[in-house]
């Protein structure tokens, strides 16, 4: 199955960027049920691995994390393919997930070698921008760059699964994975 680690927004936040995409008809608009930010990206993995990373994730301990989104940004390289809201940069998220990383891996799931840079997509561009878009893209970001949100406590780590339809992905939990507590 197709999955990956990541973090659930609270109904505040997603509220807010809920707004924040109304003002922002760029692109594919994410929608809220889709609003996350990726820890890991698993790809298609069989179960017996995840079955052991779960069990790996039932004994995982680490401090409740408490986050902020500030700024927005085009991630893609050459050409934009996402608008992204950013997260305050965070040495307890940082270290989440390198340690996740260390346990996906020795649960035997391979990673490819990638720079952790949180964020929360908000929107997706097409291979090819309108014309027109570029501008309105830079506009936004001009106007809404100063975005920043409350900040939020995360209480668990969830282990999304999803599947890519024709009209984008849907996304399941399969699993969340409580922080700043003894596991049971
Ligand atoms: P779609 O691929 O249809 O646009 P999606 O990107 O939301 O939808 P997935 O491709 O399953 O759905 O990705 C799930 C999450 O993992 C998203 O946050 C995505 O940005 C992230 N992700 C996907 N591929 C990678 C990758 N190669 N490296 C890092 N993160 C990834
Ligand atoms: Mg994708």
New binding site residues.
Partial sequence: M?C?L?LCLPDPILDQLDRLQDEIPVGRR?PSE?L?I?LS?L?DQPDELLEALHQALCQFRAPQLRLELRGLRVMGGKSPR?LCAEVTPDASLSQLQSCLRSLVQVSGIAL?R?RFRPHV?LA?FAPRLQPGQQQRIEKALLQYGGFTSPVFAVPEITL?G?T?LPD??R?EVLAQYPLGAEPS
């Fill in positions: 197709r990956f990541g994410v889709n996350h990726t990206f790809d996402v490819p990638a997509t997706r999304f999803s890519l984008g992905a996304y």
